[in-house]
């Protein structure tokens, strides 16, 4: 398999613009994570998702953030507007279940100016 | 609130020189400490899952070991390619229902030279 695979890896965008990112998690897993990184903070979890539902969304910062996971090969993380302190680099996970070891992708760099 | 500790925040090495890092936790009830490498630029790659004190696992120069406070990355006679920031997490039992959560610490960066 070729792990989680995450799309743009690199985004920079203006603020005040709408910006998706994309997630296709591993084959056969059913649990996908969104995490966002940060220096300041690490690695925090903004939600999470079972069979393609939503189960905690609590650590999203704001309602400018959305999620969704319309099949079990595709999720988008998308932040409307986006604003300068957005700029974090955001990982998407995935795991056979909630309770086993999860797999990160590459990660999307994203730089709000 | 679930805590998790790691230091120190960097570590230098030289090739050959045997060390180790520091994971200390606070959970309500352990369910899984988790290990992860990330090298730059990279998303964190999975190591070990230690799941109750007393529990070691190894993984060519890498050893983890748990305690009910803390775990331990031990690296014996590091490499230059084992130069990666290293992580730990911890899920807890939580009645709740939100003991799928991963609470991540800072990381310590690791350096070898050779």
């Known amino acids: 398999d070729a792990g989680v695979i995450q799309s743009p890896r690199h985004e920079v965008t203006e603020m005040g613009q709408e910006v998706t990112l994309r997630c296709k998690p591993i084959?056969?897993?059913?649990?996908l994570f969104w995490y966002r990184q940060t220096m300041m903070r690490g690695l925090e979890l903004l939600i999470y998702f079972n069979n393609n539902v939503p189960i905690d969304d609590s650590g999203m910062p704001e309602d400018r953030f959305s999620a969704k996971m319309p099949n079990a090969s595709f999720s988008t993380l998308k932040i409307q507007p986006s604003e300068p302190r957005d700029s974090a680099v955001y990982f998407c996970?995935?795991?056979?279940?909630?309770?086993?070891?999860?797999?990160f992708g590459q990660g999307t760099r994203l730089t709000v100016v | 609130e679930d805590q998790v500790t790691q230091s120190p925040e960097a570590l230098r090495l030289q090739e050959g020189e045997s060390s180790s890092l520091n994971c200390s936790y606070t959970?309500?009830?352990?369910?899984?400490l988790f290990w992860y490498r990330q090298d730059p630029g990279k998303g964190p790659e999975f190591l070990f899952t230690l799941y109750s004190a007393g529990e070691e696992k190894e993984k060519e120069r890498l050893k983890a070991t748990l305690t009910k406070k803390e775990s331990f990355l031990h690296i014996t006679a590091p490499k230059p390619e084992d130069s990666a920031t290293y992580l730990c997490a911890v899920q807890a039992r939580n009645s709740g229902g939100s003991n799928y959560k991963l609470t991540f610490g800072k990381g310590t960066l690791l350096t070898v030279n050779p």
């Open positions: 996970a995935s795991s056979l279940r909630w309770s086993a070891e999860a797999f």
């Open positions: 959970v309500s009830g352990l369910r899984g």
């Open positions: 084959s056969g897993h059913n649990s």
